[in-house]
């Protein structure tokens, strides 16, 4: 591919079983419009496209199996300051297609499912599960984003502090007492 040239969309339905015999690879992007969930946990921040190279085969346990690495940046939250935090994703796909949860449940545990129960699957859906299963649960900057000394004052900062915490529960509390002990 020549520098620049735009990227491929990767297919959406395909027949993963088809392609794992044929040992076929793929690489492309999932656009930003079409990736529904990151657009619900992104809550208005700019969604990304998902980059993906992709490799299906079958395995020498007779699995059907998609390899590859996918990338994308992902807009949080930073449950400290509440501003936006930008989080690179980039993960490897170790994924073995199967029918259904019984099929799902007798994979060893680092091979992850998908769940494939008629012939043709979702390859964006796949992609993006994959991305938000890499998210941390409680994103924060790895700085000190607010100073120890607004957290001890400031009723602008308490209640933002309060609002966070019921979202929340634990981390904006435990870093606050942290915070307030080790400053004092
Ligand atoms: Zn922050």
Redesign the pocket.
Known sequence: MSEGAPLKQLPQRLDPRKFAHLNAKLAGIVPEDCLSRLHDLSDGRDVQAIHAELEFLVDEQGRRRLFGQISTKVNLV??????V?PVPVDVAVKLAIVRDEEQAEDLPRDIEPWIVAQEQGDLYLALEEEVLLALPAAA??DYP??EADSLKAGPEVSEEALAAEKENPFSVLADLKKNLKTTD
């Open positions: 930073c449950q400290r300051c509440l501003h935090l924060k900057h984003c607010i």
